[in-house]
T-cell receptor, first 112, second 115 residues
Framework: ETGVTQSPTHLIKTRGQQVTLRCSSQ?????VSWYQQALGQGPQFIFQ???????GRGNFPPRFSGLQFPNYSSELNVNALELDDSALYLC???????????FGSGTRLTVV | DQQVKQNSPSLSVQEGRISILNCDYT??????FLWYKKYPAEGPTFLIS?????DKNEDGRFTVFLNKSAKHLSLHIVPSQPGDSAVYFC??????????????FGQGTTLQVKP
């Protein structure tokens, strides 16, 4: 049973640029959620995808968007990067209706 | 508005003793609570959970207690082991059966277990 894998592990971008982060779900899981974890804080829910559609969204602006693919992998896209977007981005997969989330190790994004 | 709070940023305990990590919440609609453990350079891993219809759940060395009237939950680790040293996050959900994946996390407590 493979876990959740995220790529890349680290990324440096310039303010105003766009970034795409990738996530492969754990085998057998059909939902993907994305979280942002700022330094010294707990993860904050960005959104969840199920059946290739957004299934729930946290308090993040529209420049945060995502995709889920038929193989349940997912992308997180962030446009017009701001310095405050610097954080660890975590992907978590689960079976719909199940709280058994499996998290990936995250992508550390630095915006300069 | 911090709906889930872990007021102790850090905790240090001697090996073999009990570790008690605390969490307070403000939203009375939360109906499911979880504890996650996080090692450096790894994602959070699920530890134990409790439904709001229960006041205690036990799994080996880990026990979670829920006091709904006080809006407080705690994680007890007995006996504590050096390998338990990690950041512990409390998380809550108000999703009921809909489960859109939205967990509200606390800020985390760093536990250090000394040999």
């Amino acid at each position: 049973e493979t876990g959740v894998t995220q790529s890349p592990t680290h990324l440096i971008k310039t303010r105003g640029q766009q970034v795409t982060l990738r996530c492969s779900s754990q085998s057998g899981h059909n939902t993907v959620s994305w979280y942002q974890q700022a330094l010294g804080q707990g993860p904050q829910f960005i959104f969840q995808y199920y059946r290739e559609e957004e299934n729930g969204r946290g308090n993040f602006p529209p420049r945060f968007s995502g995709l889920q693919f038929p193989n349940y992998s997912s992308e997180l896209n962030v446009n017009a990067l701001e310095l405050d977007d610097s954080a660890l981005y975590l992907c978590a997969s689960s079976l719909v209706g199940n709280y058994g989330y499996t998290f990936g190790s995250g992508t550390r994004l630095t915006v300069v | 508005d911090q709906q889930v709070k872990q007021n102790s940023p850090s905790l240090s305990v001697q090996e073999g003793r009990i570790s008690i990590l605390n969490c307070d919440y403000t939203n009375s609609m939360f109906d499911y609570f979880l504890w996650y453990k996080k090692y450096p350079a790894e994602g959070p891993t699920f530890l134990i959970s409790i439904s709001s219809i229960k006041d205690k759940n036990e799994d080996g060395r880990f026990t979670v207690f829920l006091n709904k009237s006080a809006k407080h939950l705690s994680l007890h680790i007995v006996p504590s082991q050096p390998g338990d040293s990690a950041v512990y996050f409390c998380a809550a959900s108000a999703e009921g059966s809909s489960n859109t994946g939205k967990l509200i996390f606390g800020q985390g407590t760093t536990l250090q277990v000394k040999p």
